[in-house]
């Protein structure tokens, strides 16, 4: 076998692992993307519980920082209270 017989050889050979290596790769990006996809229908998530509350005065307007914690509970369980019995504790 002459050298430049074995040289194409090996470079065909790097060639089609170069090619593996990168269908490889897109292969295991595109099974990241359905993985991902799994799991945000699947499982429960912190957002999924989570209130957000906009436009929160500052804190001077209050004269102590329990006053303002109050008002937000109270806030927050009128919104809780509005929302569909879908959020009530099951007894059961």
């Given at each position: 076998?002459?050298?430049?017989?074995?040289a194409?050889?090996?470079?065909s050979?790097?060639?089609?692992?170069?090619?593996?290596?990168?269908?490889?790769?897109?292969?295991?990006?595109?099974?990241?993307?359905?993985?991902?996809?799994?799991?945000?229908?699947?499982?429960?998530?912190?957002?999924?519980?989570?209130?957000?509350v906009?436009?929160?005065p500052?804190?001077?307007?209050?004269?102590?920082?329990?006053?303002?914690?109050?008002?937000?509970?109270?806030?927050?369980?009128e919104?809780?209270?509005k929302?569909?019995?879908?959020?009530q504790?099951?007894?059961?």
């Amino acid at each position: 076998m002459s050298r430049r017989r074995l040289a194409n050889i090996v470079i065909s050979c790097d060639a089609i692992i170069v090619i593996m290596f990168i269908v490889n790769i897109l292969w295991i990006n595109k099974a990241i993307v359905w993985e991902q996809h799994d799991v945000d229908n699947k499982f429960v998530h912190m957002t999924d519980f989570t209130v957000r509350v906009k436009n929160l005065p500052l804190k001077p307007a209050f004269d102590n920082l329990d006053e303002l914690k109050a008002m937000l509970e109270m806030h927050i369980m009128e919104v809780i209270k509005k929302e569909p019995n879908v959020y009530q504790i099951r007894s059961d």
